[in-house]
T-cell receptor, first 113, second 115 residues
């Protein structure tokens, strides 16, 4: 069946560098996408979202890019900090009207000094 | 804002016992979601409610699992009887009434271990 998947299970980044986390989705009906951050022992925390009528959206130190042609989503973190170490999930709304989300497998980001 | 509140935070029980997980959504949020997280399967949506009414329970693994939302400020997820394979972290999340496009806010989770 259709699902959300991540290319890289673990990403090691040096402090101060930029991070790029990728996500592929296959459900063409998905029209809303979200990135969540999950620190150890905590619940997922909303980072940024984007609707399918947009290609790019920026937040504080984060940017989400959406390429609907190839069904690809990415999260860019500028000037990565130790506090950015966490698992990052992309999620897609499967086109229903109630906010049902399907989450990807997650990418572990490790920030090294 | 207190955020989504879940209890207990940790639960250890023996196979065959009944387990009840509790969730209090953020005040004013009318959509509530129950998820299960395991290393093997990641984050899975079990069931979600809108205005206290179950909308989609297709993610509930089997009849041993049941969920209720008797009012806008409380929901339970019950497993009876529990099995070792139910061991996981269970998250509750809530969002504002419009549902789609609204941010889901997650609670801290309940870590369940079934021996």
């Amino acid at each position: 069946g259709e699902s959300v998947g991540l290319h890289l299970p673990t990403l090691s980044v040096q402090e101060g560098d930029n991070s790029i986390i990728n996500c592929a989705y296959s459900n063409s009906a998905s029209d809303y996408f979200i990135w969540y951050k999950q620190e150890s022992g905590k619940g997922p925390q909303f980072i940024i979202d984007i609707r399918s009528n947009m290609d790019k959206r920026q937040g504080q130190r984060v940017t989400v890019l959406l390429n609907k042609t190839v069904k690809h989503l990415s999260l860019q973190i500028a000037a990565t900090q130790p506090g950015d170490s966490a698992v990052y999930f992309c999620a897609e709304n499967l086109g229903d009207s109630w906010g049902k989300l399907q989450f990807g497998a997650g990418t572990q980001v490790v920030v090294t000094p | 804002d207190a955020g989504v509140i879940q209890s207990p935070r940790h639960e250890v029980t023996e196979m065959g016992q009944e387990v009840t997980l509790r969730c209090k959504p953020i005040s004013g949020h009318n959509s509530l979601f129950w998820y299960r997280q395991t290393m093997m399967r990641g984050l899975e949506l079990l069931i979600y409610f809108n205005n206290n009414v179950p909308i989609d329970d297709s993610g509930m693994p089997e009849d041993r699992f049941s969920a209720k939302m008797p009012n806008a400020s409380f929901s339970t997820l019950k497993i009876q009887p529990s099995e070792p394979r139910d061991s996981a972290v269970y998250f509750c999340a809530s969002s504002r009434p419009s549902g789609k496009g609204e941010t889901q806010y997650f609670g801290p989770g309940t870590r369940l271990l079934v021996l």
